[in-house]
């Protein structure tokens, strides 16, 4: 029974309507189109250097059905692609920011011991320009993420929304303003 219902599903989606596939598929191309005609005109203007991170950060991606398997477990429920997509683009946002952030910690830690990361003989510390200090850097540790991490929730720059928000806010000041039970709306002011 069950197999010839799948036929019948796939009969009725077969014979129906090629034509708004056609224009569907016309109107992704051309919006396809559009999209690499604007990253042309912007990409003409970057210096090399600035180029290659651009091409290095649109070839990075997180694995769809990694994100998405995540997004479930955590959320107790299927999501929609939509709902991966965005996931992925805020995870690849936190993870340059934390990238960024590394390395910074990095630099700084470079600049206040002076001594060479990579395990190499580095040049001297005098006169030091940009490059005589990238030489000097070697690869991130867990120690600079970790640090990266730790100044970024410092910064209160990860805010937190819905629920666990108003939790936080209520177990940081040790009174309830925000009642769960009323929809979250402020209690006392």
């Not at 997180?62 to 929609?80: D, M, Y």
């Not at 936190?94 to 990361?117: C, P, Y």
Request: charged share 30%.
């Amino acid at each position: 029974k069950r197999r010839g219902s799948r036929d019948q599903t796939a009969d009725i989606s077969e014979d129906g309507g090629d034509e708004p596939t056609v224009e569907a598929s016309a109107e992704r191309q051309a919006e396809r189109k559009r999209r690499e005609a604007r990253q042309r005109v912007i990409t003409q203007y970057f210096d090399e250097q600035q180029f290659e991170r651009y091409a290095a950060w649109r070839a990075s991606r997180l694995p769809t059905a990694t994100v998405r398997r995540i997004v479930n477990q955590t959320l107790s429920q299927s999501v929609p692609l939509p709902v991966v997509v965005a996931v992925q683009a805020a995870a690849k946002l936190f993870a340059g920011d934390m990238i960024e952030g590394a390395r910074r910690v990095q630099s700084q830690w470079l600049e206040a011991t002076g001594e060479s990361q990579t395990g190499l003989p580095s040049p001297p510390a005098e006169g030091d320009g940009p490059a005589q200090r990238e030489t000097r850097r070697g690869p991130l540790h867990p120690d600079h993420l970790r640090e990266a991490l730790r100044r970024h929730m410092l910064e209160n720059s990860g805010g937190l929304v819905g629920e666990l928000g108003l939790w936080q806010a209520q177990n940081h000041s040790g009174v309830e303003r925000f009642g769960t039970k009323v929809g979250g709306k402020r209690l006392l002011k």
